[in-house]
């Protein structure tokens, strides 16, 4: 693949990547030293320009970076996750500390996601078995949500702002409402068990696992506000219709040889996914769901478009460009390399 840029963080292995939902030339790269298991953490802010990939600015913790979100209201800030708990707010003007620090959780922060429709709030999850609803105006959070187990990944629904998800350990994807009343299950409104297998009959080939499997990350498709996507240490990747909790997956993708550990639905493209995984591998996936009905089959058997394989470690973070032709990503792995590349050429074969 001869459009491929590479960046490389040495000394400190990425545990997620986001391009600026403002710039299609700005990336931020959470990382950790030592994998992550002990020692500080590093946050780069990246530019695009003529000489390739530049650092614009880092800003470095006390504890590993898990995860980060850049905010939907200020071009210049990000949220970073942090494994002592804490969640912090930096600024690209202003130098060395965070501008806000958010400390409730008690074990490691793995997740934050910031509300794409208010924009006013921000939510994180935790391996403390709780997520977070966040205002950046103040320290204390505004509510709390337990799911009960190590909870990796959290996200809002991309048209409902009261709408919020997560995956935990336990095998569960977890809607809430945050319009329901509280005393109702602390607005829970659907948990469905993500390694049951379907009641309607599944495509032919071979059958997805049944046992439960920690759910490692999950993503909303950007056209069907209905759909979620799912992976995690199974190794397969299935769609539900949160409409629907009862009816098993609406579509599996399975080619993964270990554990996805991050998806990204596409911003161009209502069926096509990304995902990368601790095969080392990145995949580039459509759902079935644009494709004409099977025979006896409701459930839709995925298709794997194309793989890019340069990365040499853990495949740990994701992202899709918004801007631009519609089909550049960011892809981050525990080989401290970032690697930008077009997904559009995968599909062309050129990969």
């Excluded at 498709?221 to 997956?249: L, W």
Aim: negative net charge; charged residues 15%.
């Amino acid at each position: 693949m001869a459009a491929m840029l590479e960046f490389r963080t040495p000394g400190w292995n990425p545990y997620a990547v986001k391009y600026s939902p403002y710039y299609d030339s700005r990336i931020a790269v959470a990382s950790a030293a030592n994998f992550g298991i002990v020692g500080n953490g590093r946050v780069f802010c990246l530019g695009l320009g003529p000489q390739g990939v530049q650092i614009e600015k880092t800003f470095d913790t006390n504890d590993a970076q898990y995860d980060l979100a850049w905010s939907e209201i200020n071009e210049n800030q990000l949220l970073v996750a942090c494994g002592d708990g804490s969640v912090k707010l930096y600024d690209m003007n202003v130098n060395e500390f965070p501008v806000a620090n958010f400390h409730e959780h008690k074990r490691e922060t793995f997740s934050v996601a910031w509300s794409p429709v208010t924009k006013d709030t921000f939510s994180s999850s935790s391996w403390d078995g709780t997520v977070k609803i966040w205002s950046p105006a103040r320290k204390e959070s505004i509510k709390t949500l337990p799911v009960g187990n190590c909870t990796y990944s959290t996200s809002y629904c991309p048209s409902n702002p009261h709408i919020i998800s997560a995956v935990s350990s336990d095998s569960h994807l977890r809607i809430f409402d945050l319009r329901t009343p509280v005393t109702a299950q602390y607005h829970l409104t659907a948990k469905i068990p993500v390694h049951l297998p379907s009641p309607a009959p599944l495509p032919q080939g071979p059958a997805p696992p049944a046992a439960p499997a920690e759910i490692l990350t999950h993503d909303w498709n950007k056209y069907n506000h209905t759909v979620i996507a799912t992976g995690g240490v199974d190794k397969v990747i299935r769609t539900f219709d949160i409409r629907n909790p009862s009816a098993g997956p609406a579509s599996v993708m399975m080619g993964h040889q270990y554990a996805v550990r991050r998806l990204a639905w596409s911003p161009h493209a209502s069926d096509v996914l990304l995902s990368g995984s601790y095969d080392m591998t990145v995949r580039l996936w459509t759902d079935g769901s644009t494709m004409p009905a099977q025979q006896e089959s409701p459930v839709k058997a995925g298709i794997q478009l194309g793989i890019m394989n340069r990365h040499t470690e853990f495949v740990t973070g994701v992202d899709w460009c918004l801007f631009g032709v519609g089909g550049w990503v960011a892809t981050v792995g525990w080989d401290e390399k970032l690697l930008l590349w077009d997904a559009n050429r995968m599909v062309q074969g050129q990969a």
